[in-house]
T-cell receptor, first 114, second 114 residues
Framework: AQTVTQSQPEMSVQEAETVTLSCTYD???????LFWYKQPPSRQMILVIR??????QNATENRFSVNFQKAAKSFSLKISDSQLGDTAMYFC???????????FGGGTRLMVKP | NAGVTQTPKFQVLKTGQSMTLQCAQD?????MYWYRQDPGMGLRLIYY???????DKGEVPNGYNVSRLNKREFSLRLESAAPSQTSVYFC?????????????FGPGTRLTVT
């Protein structure tokens, strides 16, 4: 079974600065998918960014980018120019190639301070 | 296009009572899921339905039953609620085999069992 670990329960960053959230996972598969979801106080789960393991290029979505290190089984999220609206819980998730189920990490609570 | 909808948004039950959480999606997705989210933990899969007419257990199925009523609707039933089932429940849907893959989440139901 796959496991996903987020080692930072809470983090804070000043507005306009950059912050990196960590995620490691364990799998014996070679092809899979990784995701970062944002959960603001409204509770809605919002997909931030996704990465397919067979793609070597790191995914980027505007101010959000990932550092995908396949050999190290590491998938960190970098948020540049942090905004107050980025305050939320962030979850890392894993999906294997064959199925459709997601395995989530325990989450990191990010606070962006003015 | 409402996406994934859940009812109710909040519910308080006494121990031993039963209730059904309703979920519907209007994206014509084949696969649907039920997760629970407890404090300090990520989402954990309770049950899923890969397609209409099929259901399978996830990571934490004990104390729950599900029904895939049709392609749109997937309900979660608690037959005899226990305080350990106090949680936030999320329904999600996805289309199998799509790229890029994404699960779409409902707004969640906060359930308290006293």
């Amino acid at each position: 079974a796959q496991t996903v670990t987020q080692s930072q329960p809470e983090m804070s960053v000043q507005e306009a600065e950059t912050v990196t959230l960590s995620c490691t996972y364990d799998t014996s598969e070679s092809n899979y998918y990784l995701f970062w979801y944002k959960q603001p106080p409204s509770r809605q789960m919002i997909l931030v960014i996704r990465q397919e393991a067979y793609k070597q290029q790191n995914a980027t979505e505007n101010r959000f980018s990932v550092n995908f290190q396949k050999a190290a089984k590491s998938f960190s999220l970098k948020i540049s120019d942090s905004q107050l609206g980025d305050t939320a819980m962030y979850f890392c998730a894993f999906k294997n190639n064959a199925g459709n189920m997601l395995t989530f990490g325990g989450g990191t609570r990010l606070m962006v301070k003015p | 296009n409402a996406g994934v909808t859940q009812t109710p948004k909040f519910q308080v039950l006494k121990t031993g009572q039963s209730m059904t959480l309703q979920c519907a999606q209007d994206m014509n997705h084949n696969s649907m899921y039920w997760y629970r989210q407890d404090p300090g933990m990520g989402l954990r899969l309770i049950y899923y339905s890969a397609s209409e007419g099929t259901t399978d257990k996830g990571e934490v199925p004990n104390g729950y039953n599900v029904s895939r009523l049709n392609k749109r609707e997937f309900s979660l039933r608690l037959e005899s609620a226990a305080p350990s089932q106090t949680s936030v429940y999320f329904c999600a849907s996805s289309e199998a085999g799509t790229s890029p893959y994404e699960q779409y989440f409902g707004p969640g139901t906060r359930l308290t069992v006293t």
